[in-house]
């Protein structure tokens, strides 16, 4: 079991940064990949950038050269920076986990964390 706790999200104005945080139960070191994933109301949720257990980053087309996901394993946490934020960023922003145990995939997801981009 894996449970992610999500944090830093709020409002901020166009133009503005935002470092999201995703805590992670155990150690981070041996999860195949790690997310961020966003939800805006009425759409369906869409991944915004990925990490690797080889450190290999996924970044959506749309938050490309904005956004940056990095790891820190002594603190078992996963951050999102986000700069240059647009309101089309607004949304719950989710943190994910991918593991993978005797060949069987599991995900598991943190309970998100809001994101307001006013213009």
């Known amino acids: 079991q894996v449970q992610l706790v999500e944090s830093g999200g709020g409002l901020v104005q166009a133009g503005g940064s935002l470092n999201l945080s995703c805590a992670v139960s155990r150690t981070i070191v041996s999860i195949n990949s790690m997310g961020w994933y966003r939800q805006a109301p009425g759409k369906q949720r869409e991944l915004v950038a990925t990490?690797?257990?080889?450190?290999?980053?996924n970044y959506a087309d749309s938050v490309k050269g904005r956004f940056t996901i990095t790891r820190d394993y002594a603190k078992n946490t996963v951050y999102l920076r986000m700069n240059s934020l647009k309101p089309e960023d607004t949304g719950v922003y989710y943190c994910?986990?991918?593991?993978?145990?005797?060949?069987?995939?599991?995900?598991?997801w943190g309970q998100g964390t809001q994101v307001t981009v006013s213009s």
């Open positions: 994910n986990a991918e593991t993978s145990n005797w060949g069987v995939k599991s995900d598991y």
């Open positions: 990490i690797t257990k080889g450190g290999n980053t």
